[in-house]
């Protein structure tokens, strides 16, 4: 099936995709060392990005036009800095905001779908109204603002066409949700917004998959029966006594059906210690140890035996506390670009373009790869068997 990737950043969106069935027929990212990054591994012969298009830059200047009608799939995660906790808040008044170019593609090209993600601070709700219109213009991107209407005016209008009652020109049933990454087996406590979208003619009845992993889990195999610590080979005396069992995990009466959360533990703990091997550390590439970690109120860092922290992009090109890993005796460190691209499911073969600060900053902006096939592959089901 093709599809177009905007806003690539380092291609975790578009690579999880792509093993979901999609084959990108355009990408789009306007950074260059997210563009250098996706070159490298788009040339590598086993690389999910082999066989990608030239990436083309500011989406702002790309005609989409001639791709309408063909494409299965338009994806990407428009700039999420105006409604990030760590950004300036500043939403419909940010230039950075890419939604309508988002909105734009779709438009001109007609998608059979659509998948689009951002940070889970877009659905706060300060920024209630907006939200609203983006879901609105995503659910008829032909009703286009005009150019004295400014936003407010703009989404009354488009209340007014949705409640019309009928649903003339493109039209798409859209679909969004909070989904935490950690809930579908990524090693990381990852909460992002996707809005996913159907176009009317195809009749389609969708819903998000059901979460497989959970926390309640990883309290039983920890607490309960002991096999995670087993698994890992964790002595007897280096495990929480049972004075030390959560709660929560005491008030379980059964195992639970689903899998155990992945821990920082289960994604890196057959990796060497960057910091106390870095022989052996070295024959792994991007795994180096950076040094100035330091642990302090709110920047405490990832447990080892939990899911990460949502990893960020950090502010001045320095990774904030999440991006740490916290020992259980109580040290910590940053994790090296390759535990990074784990607690993100990027393989181990994938490499990446620029400085250590440049390269946490693409992983603090990815989408988890392992997420976006999972949800792509029920999108993916969904489009083989419509109208």
């Not at 936003?151 to 209008?157: D, G, I």
């Amino acid at each position: 099936m093709k599809s177009i990737e905007l806003f690539a950043g380092a291609g975790g969106l578009g690579m999880g995709l792509h093993r979901a069935g999609f084959t990108p027929a355009k990408v789009v990212e306007w950074d260059r060392y997210c563009r250098e990054t996706i070159r490298e591994n788009r040339d590598l012969p086993r690389s999910p990005m082999h066989g990608w298009p030239e990436v083309e830059g500011d989406v702002r200047g790309v005609d989409f036009r001639s791709l309408e009608g063909k494409l299965d799939l338009v994806s990407g995660g428009p700039p999420c800095q105006p409604f990030s906790l760590g950004g300036k808040h500043k939403a419909y008044d940010d230039a950075r905001d890419m939604f309508p170019q988002a909105i734009r593609a779709v438009r001109e090209t007609r998608p059979r779908a659509f998948i689009f993600e951002n940070v889970k601070g877009l659905t706060r709700a300060t920024f209630r109204n907006y939200f609203e219109y983006i879901r609105l213009q995503l659910e008829h991107p032909e009703v286009i603002a005009k150019p004295d209407e400014d936003w407010a005016e703009h989404l009354a209008r488009l209340e007014r066409h949705h409640t019309h009652g009928t649903r003339d020109g493109l039209a798409y049933r859209v679909v969004i949700q909070v989904v935490n990454a950690a809930d579908h087996g990524v090693p990381q406590k990852r909460e992002r917004v996707i809005f996913v979208g159907f176009r009317d003619d195809l009749d389609v009845e969708w819903s998000f998959p059901l979460a497989t992993h959970s926390s309640d889990a990883l309290l039983w195999e920890q607490h309960r029966d002991g096999r995670y610590w087993d698994r890992h080979k964790v002595a007897k005396a280096a495990r929480p006594s049972v004075l030390d069992m959560p709660v929560r995990a005491q008030r379980l009466e059964a195992k639970p059906d689903a899998i155990a959360w992945r821990t920082v533990r289960d994604a890196i703990g057959d990796l060497p210690d960057p910091e106390f091997e870095p022989q052996a550390a070295r024959k792994i590439a991007n795994h180096r140890f950076q040094s100035g970690a330091r642990s302090y109120a709110g920047h405490t860092g990832s447990p080892l035996d939990d899911p990460a922290k949502t990893l960020k992009a950090g502010v001045h090109g320095v990774p904030g506390g999440e991006n740490m890993l916290a020992r259980p005796d109580g040290t910590v460190r940053y994790f090296s670009v390759r535990e990074s691209a784990r607690l993100q499911t990027f393989a181990d073969d994938f490499v990446f373009h620029g400085s250590w600060s440049e390269t946490m900053r693409q992983l603090g902006n990815a989408v988890p790869v392992r997420l976006a096939e999972v949800i792509g592959k029920d999108v993916a089901r969904k489009l083989r068997y419509a109208a």
